[in-house]
């Protein structure tokens, strides 16, 4: 009990189940060495506890658990467990292992579940609660146990259940809003509550376990917190059964923003956080929505003209945290139709274009007629816009285009362009027809180019349909975007892809003249 006790009264413990409720969401599913591999980036971020899985439910869960309590040193890690004994000597064999070994144990306290998921009576439950509680006690001192559909459940009955755990040898009660029906003063209203009326509850950890069925899992997880849980079970991008989980970097983040409401600490790495949902994304292949705060690509984006001026001036304007904080490199401007002058000009000033030689009047007039044409504008049509021209002039041309394909035989495409004037071919094996393309292309023009995002849509219908193919590329730090279209989406593709490094040409051209100005002089 000294170990849970230690850091003070105002220590928000974080329990992280990414790995066992967040993999029980469709399409998440992981691998034993995938588990292994979030689980050394959870020790990264300093997480107190980790739920590796449900030791019972499969070979594979019992070799994740196995294997994670092996590899992590400093959090502690649980199987979870059911109230029965196959489950309870499974999850203590899987976590043997470990430097600081646990189980969670659950059973359902709602009348709800006890009826007609348990078919078991009220005094039932307590028995088997008590009973698996001591059993594992005669293995492991971290017992956490859990009274599942806990929102739902008659508070009376979970003061009982809670008290006999407790006297049984549990350390951490575990109040879970298992189906997101709870609402915050609810929640907050249900801790003080148990805290209050349990004998022994100031023995133990009290730990908020939410989901998301209502949008309220952060605001459930803060509103326990306000309660007295010293807890959250959360996952990283709030991953997780039906709407998920408590969102790990969402709750980690109100509480440290706002410390001076909440007056509690997490011990958690929060530069952490965006590397540990980006890893999470590419494991599992679910992308983050741009709008996901903390972790979303436009979480620190502005596009309004006076947020964009005030962020400018003062990143306190708009921005309650800083990129850095959650491992972000800076925030973003991202100039469109609501854009201003200000950031306007600062941009054009970080792609080296000297304002002294432009006018930024009739530039920023220009922007503001493209913009309302387009939703995002890109650094080389602010190039383009620098020099009064739209169009970029061709240094690499397409010729012809050969690709051979089956199903068995890796795909390659044979290049013909001419580049400055020269006729070049090239022949390079991809992973498809368009990648195999792509690296040709990429050989001939003699640049590392990077495909950031892609993009095919029909704009005629019918067998015959024409295809609109764009690309946004980077080269080095610009970012440019090309466009094709062909009845061949592999042509459309390509000419996509050489529109692309036509204009980063162009981009490169004359960033390298507005640097020799500033350094020779006019």
Known sequence: MSELKKGGEDWVRIFDTTLRDGEQSPGCTM????????????????????????????????????????????????????????????????????????????????????????????????????????????????????????????????????????????????????????????????????????????????????????????????????????????????????????SMEEVVMALKTRHDYFGVVTHLVTEQLYPASRLLSHVIGVPVAPTKPVVGDNAFAHEAGIHQDGVLKNVLTYEIMRPADVGRPSNSIVLGKHSGRHAFASRLRDLGIDLEKIDVNEAFARFKELADKKKEVYDDDLYALAREDVAAPVYYELREIAVRSSLHQTPVANVTMLVDGAERSAEAAGDGVVDACYRAIKDLAGVEARLERYQVKAITGGADAVGDVSCLVRVADIEVRGHGTHTDVLMASAFAFVDALNRYAECAGLRRSREEQRVVGP
């Open 31 to 246: 691998n034993v060495d995938e588990k292994v591999q979030i689980a050394e980036q959870l020790e990264q971020l300093n997480v107190d506890v980790i739920e590796a899985g449900f030791a019972a439910a499969s070979p594979g869960d019992y070799e994740a658990v196995a294997r994670v309590a092996d590899t992590v040193t400093t959090p502690v890690v649980l199987s979870l467990a059911r109230t029965r004994e196959a489950d309870i000597e499974r999850a203590l064999a899987a976590v043997a292992k470990a430097k600081r070994p646990g189980i969670h144990i659950f059973i359902a306290t709602s009348d709800l579940h006890m009826k007609h998921k348990l078919g078991m009576s009220r005094q039932e439950v307590v028995d088997a609660a008590v009973w698996s509680v001591e059993r594992a006690k005669r293995d492991v001192d971290y017992i956490e146990f859990s009274a599942e559909d806990a929102s739902r459940s008659e508070i009376d009955f979970l003061i009982q259940v809670f008290s006999e755990v407790i006297r049984a040898g549990a350390v951490v009660c575990n109040v879970p809003d298992t189906t997101g029906y709870g609402v915050p003063h609810q929640i907050r209203d249900l801790f003080r509550t148990l805290r209050e009326k349990t004998p022994g509850a100031d023995r133990i950890v009290w730990s908020t376990h939410c989901h998301n069925d209502l949008g309220l899992a952060v605001a459930n997880s803060l509103a326990a917190v306000e309660g007295g849980a010293r807890q959250v079970e959360c996952t990283i991008n709030g991953i997780g059964e039906r709407a998920g989980n408590t």
